[in-house]
């Protein structure tokens, strides 16, 4: 096994023997008679380096010059670095500590001291670069989970909710196009408003989960879902109460992952809530109807537009996104209606099964 390396950077010959001296059967010892020099082997050696010992004073660039490029690098956090300095007043040390150095070493040298503070700093970079590697490693594979029993959950509740289409006589693919464009709208949204902390697995979990936006429909009879005439005031108002009644099957169900499964009852209850306060179920206004649930309503509301159904014709696209701009169909967020207005092609592409 290759050893470790240490970079001592000092003008003085001699400090730079002590050092070598001390450490040398541990790890193998870098040498630098100045800052520049230093600097240039730290950038070559990184992946290697244990430690380094850097003195204050030197020609071309003195210590303090480096430990600013090592910040700057974000090396400071992964290397140890040691001050050396005849200079150990209370200026420099705080200066030193700063700038991120983890200890300040007087000159003359104590090695045995030194050896064991040095050797102590190591062990716990060490240490905590192992226990960040290892984090990272389990995010992945969390992350890999998460991703495939989210798109596993969406591909089998996609199946169950083909069975509402086709009681409704509505288009098969309506469910997939509205996926495809809820998350095209959510990844829009991400780039413009990062503040809400739209990552990739839930803009996965929110798309996905979109496809349940009209599982209540299961308790709404055929004869109102396929009535080509304006609905009366009781069929409307069985409509209304459906999302309500998909929330109450959703909680009955077991073993949905979070959180797709927050997601999937945000979407049901409130995908046809307006910007406004006049949607239904609950006339929630603006910021009071769930993200989630603004994305799928407002991808719905667009494919239901430019689809046929037996209750009206399908609009052209440039119809159908001036409709919702107009507020034709509700009120939708200033900020999606400008992420719409930029995605306005994608989502053509989609209705057009050219994504």
Known sequence: ??????????????????????????????????????????????????????????????????????????????????????????????????????????????????KRRVQNMIDFFEAKRQSDSDIVQIDQVLQMQREDLNNAVGSLIGQICEVIESRSAEESDHLNRVRKMTRTLAEQFAWLHPEYGLKDDIIAAISNASVLH????????????????????DEMAAIQAAPAQGVKLLNRAQGIPEPFFTFAKEICRSHM??????????????????????????????????????????????????????????AFSPDLLECLKKIASELQDIASDKI
């Open 1 to 114: 096994m290759e050893k470790k390396k240490i970079i001592v950077i000092d003008d003085v010959e001699l400090n730079r023997a002590i050092l070598k001296e001390a450490f040398k059967k541990e790890y193998d010892i870098l040498e630098a008679e100045n800052g520049a020099v230093g600097l240039q082997k730290i950038n070559e050696n990184q992946g290697d380096l244990a430690a380094i010992f850097l003195d204050i004073i030197m020609p071309e660039m003195d210590g303090f010059g480096v430990l600013q490029e090592l910040n700057i690098n974000s090396l400071i956090q992964k290397i140890p670095v040691f001050l050396i300095t005849t200079d150990a007043t209370g200026n420099v040390v705080e200066r030193a500590y700063d700038y991120g150095a983890v200890d300040v070493i007087p000159k003359p040298f104590n090695i045995m001291i030194i």
């Open 214 to 233: 009209d599982i209540g429909k299961l308790f709404v009879s055929d004869e109102i879902l396929t009535k080509p005439e304006k609905l009366t005031a």
């Open 273 to 330: 809530e307006r910007f406004d306060g006049n949607g239904y179920p609950e006339g929630l206004k603006e910021n009071q109807i769930p993200l989630s649930a603004q994305l799928a309503g407002l991808a719905e509301a667009y494919d239901v537009l430019v689809s046929k159904r037996v209750y009206k014709k399908a609009y052209s696209h440039d119809e159908a996104i001036k409709m919702i701009l107009d507020g034709e169909c509700g």
